[in-house]
């Protein structure tokens, strides 16, 4: 069974650009997290949504953004890039209705410079 | 509020030695606990949890926590640690549906 995907792995941007990042489930689960993980910081949580709808937000920006799509996938969306958005974009899915254990993937490295 | 403590940032423990890193929490109803390891680059992969019931469980890789009410802890034990648990390591609570609250993390390095 295919595990959590995301694209893409690594990418540099400039300040003032836009990123787009992808995520793909696990298949069943209905639920995509959002995390950012920048040097120092730990994990922040960013975005949950849960069949296709948003259902929490973390403390971040209007310019984070994001949607789910009715196969589950997820993208988050950051728009107007600054230097301290540089990190480790990580998505994780669940099956809302159980225990609330996360699977993670792998992570979409964004540099911006 | 819901919060997490690793009170250790860094643990340097030698090949075959045991190791323990320790998780406190706060949390206002009955906590889901986790514990997450990261290697370098990688993505969290799941080591255990706790729900409900025994308050010992057992995890992948050989590691093991305890659930400890009275005392708000989590804690992580391998009796004997390999080079390849060298990683970060993250203690989680969360209210069994939704997103998880993490703790800083405790780097664990492994000598020779």
């Known amino acids: 069974e295919a595990g959590v995907t995301q694209s893409p792995t690594h990418l540099i941007k400039t300040r003032g650009q836009q990123v787009t990042l992808r995520c793909s489930p696990i298949s069943g689960h209905t639920s995509v997290y959002w995390y950012q993980q920048a040097l120092g910081l730990g994990l922040q949580f960013l975005l949950w949504?849960?069949?296709?709808?948003?259902?929490n937000r973390g403390n971040f920006p209007p310019r984070f953004s994001g949607r789910q799509f009715p196969n589950y996938s997820s993208e988050l969306n950051v728009n107007a890039l600054e230097l301290e958005d540089s990190a480790l974009y990580l998505c994780a899915s669940s099956l809302r209705q159980i225990t609330g254990e996360l699977f993670f993937g792998e992570g979409s490295r964004l540099t911006v410079l | 509020a819901q919060s997490v403590t690793q009170p250790d940032i860094h643990i340097t423990v030698s090949e075959g030695a045991s190791l323990e890193l320790r998780c406190n929490y706060s949390?206002?109803?009955?906590?889901?606990l986790f514990w997450y390891v990261q290697s370098p680059g990688q993505g969290l992969q799941l080591l255990l949890k706790y729900f409900s019931g025994d308050t010992l469980v057992q995890g992948i890789k050989g590691f093991e926590a305890e659930f400890k009410r009275s005392q708000s802890s989590f804690n992580l034990r391998k009796p004997s640690v390999h080079w390849s648990d060298a990683a970060e390591y993250f203690c989680a609570v969360g209210p069994g549906w939704g997103k998880l609250q993490f703790g800083a993390g405790t780097q664990v390095v492994v000598t020779p």
């Open positions: 949390y206002g109803a009955t906590p889901y």
């Open positions: 949504y849960d069949e296709g709808e948003e259902r």
